[in-house]
């Protein structure tokens, strides 16, 4: 019986080339995304942000809403020129401004925050107003 011979070849590659994968037809090359369009969708979200905040806010007070959301823009604009300069706030921004979970949960908290204003806040200006500024203390 005898030992089969085993023929090893050892390959050693050249560290100066780089092996660069090409997109296939069709997709995207992955990349580092511009200030320009991270700017431009913080001022997007931003807007539309402050627009629908304008839009809840207008049931109560329809003259500061209709200023908020005329100024919407404006505001979202330089927000959005400041965020693009420093990394902290773009990387902020970028994290906390996921609509699809402040929007809800704005819709969730008004009626509390109404509620509680028409209950507890109201009642007591009423009171002091009444007592000629005098509040009670409880």
Known sequence: MSIPQLDFEIR???????????PKPGQK?????????????????????MQLAALFW?????????VLNEQAPLIAEDIASLAAKSEWARKYLTKTLDMGKLIPLMMHTLPVLQAVREHHIAPRAE???EDGGQGSLV
Do not use: H, M, Q, W
């Open 12 to 22: 050693e590659s050249d560290p100066t080339t780089k092996t660069v994968r090409e």
């Open 29 to 49: 090359k992955r990349g580092r995304r511009s200030n320009a369009s991270i700017e431009s969708e913080i001022r997007d979200e931003l807007t539309a942000f």
């Open 58 to 66: 207008s049931a109560r007070d329809d003259y500061c809403a209709t």
């Open 127 to 129: 009171e002091e107003a």
